[in-house]
Nanobody
Framework: QVQLVESGGGLVQAGGSLRLSCAAS????????MGWYRQAPGRQRELVAT????????NYADSVKGRFTISRDNAKNIVYLQMNSLKPEDTAIYYC????????????WGQGTQVTVSS
């Protein structure tokens, strides 16, 4: 059983910052990539940022490059998303994801945390 629990969302003014956390527990594959995705009302879920387990490479959506930073603490099984210079268009529910392949593809999601950026 894998559990991902997000926290840190909230209401912030444009230009402000938030840090999201995702606490992972359970039988997560040792090579799991972790990621943050978001879904705004009426829109499809989209990738925000991912981070790999091994050599710690990261990938960001163009819309957040230079403003968001993903990081992970493997000892604590926590993934962070530092969000700076927030814009109203960043308003969405943010979801944590863990994914890996071991004979089959595994992908788990958290319940999401709301981020609202006011103008």
């Amino acid at each position: 059983q894998v559990q991902l629990v997000e926290s840190g969302g909230g209401l912030v003014q444009a230009g402000g910052s938030l840090r999201l956390s995702c606490a992972a527990s359970g039988s997560i594959g040792s090579g799991a990539s972790m990621g943050w995705y978001r879904q705004a009302p009426g829109r499809q879920r989209e990738l925000v940022a991912t981070i790999t387990a091994g050599f710690i490479s990261t990938n960001y959506a163009d819309s957040v490059k230079g403003r968001f930073t993903i990081s992970r603490d493997n000892a604590k099984n926590i993934v962070y998303l530092q969000m700076n210079s927030l814009k109203p268009e960043d308003t969405a529910i943010y979801y944590c994801n863990a994914a890996w392949t071991a004979w089959q593809r595994y992908s788990y999601w958290g319940q999401g945390t709301q981020v609202t950026v006011s103008s």
